[in-house]
């Protein structure tokens, strides 16, 4: 099975030398060799009922994008929309907001990921989020006849490209999508937070089912998820 990868759709904040000056607790005078990043995010369309914090998570990742220990999380009210951090170690961070309960328990949205960097000592570097809180998306892959289209396979099918129709269970409230056949992936537009029934099919260029896929249900479950529908193999002479 292939694997799905995407693209952050997030605004990385620009750093700045003159940030606030922060003193430890101890009055030993500022704190060296670290520094703060100031988190800001605007939701849509605001923070959602029962989501009354801003969980922000700053993970220290090596040159490969690997881990350094445990996150350091910071709490702020979700309606003050941003928050500076505490004191971090200078270095590359993940850094990600998570909507919350009070007690952090039960998840209402989540951020794409943010790569950010602390570099010089005692600075602060802005990071920008903006997303969803009552929607999100759906991710595919396929190949065509088991194998990656190219755009040789796709035109000898005759294909349109890609349909996917995300109905949510129990209304008529439909979003549909149609990806270029020779891409492989793709992400839906916004849909709403819920059970959707899903079909999936290769079409012609009058956008005709040339394979449909057996419908199935999925899910969304919180806000700006991306949910992974998974593989398909689609076939130009089903």
């Known amino acids: 099975m292939k694997k799905l990868v995407f693209v952050a759709l997030v605004a990385f904040g ?40 801003a969980q922000v998570l700053s993970q220290e990742v090596d040159a490969s994008g690997n881990p350094i220990g445990s996150a350091t999380e910071d709490l702020f009210n979700c309606s003050d929309g941003g928050g500076t951090t505490a004191a971090l170690f200078l ?29 010089t000592d005692l600075a602060t570097v802005g990071v920008s989020f903006a997303f969803p809180t009552e929607e999100g998306f759906f991710g595919l892959t396929w190949t065509l006849d088991g194998v990656d289209p190219t755009p040789a396979d796709c035109a000898d099918a005759g294909s349109g490209g890609v349909a996917v129709l995300a109905t949510l269970v129990g209304t008529a409230e439909a979003t549909d999508d149609i990806f270029d056949c020779d891409a492989g992936e ?3 537009s916004e849909v709403p937070i819920g059970d959707h029934q899903i079909e999936v099919a290769l079409i012609d260029e009058n956008e005709a089912a040339i394979d449909p896929v057996p419908s199935f249900t999925a899910s969304i479950e919180f806000g700006n998820e991306i949910a992974d529908l998974g593989d398909f193999d689609l076939s130009s002479n089903p």
């Open 14 to 53: 620009a750093m700045h030398a003159g940030g606030c000056i922060i003193t430890s607790g101890d009055d030993d005078g500022p704190i060296e060799g670290e520094g703060f990043f100031d988190v800001t995010w605007s939701l849509d369309p605001g923070c959602p009922a029962g989501g009354t914090t």
């Open 91 to 119: 270095g590359d961070y993940d850094v990600t907001v998570n909507i919350t309960d009070d007690s952090t328990n039960t998840l209402f949205a989540q951020s794409n990921v943010a790569e950010a960097a602390l570099i």
């Open 186 to 188: 793709g992400v839906t």
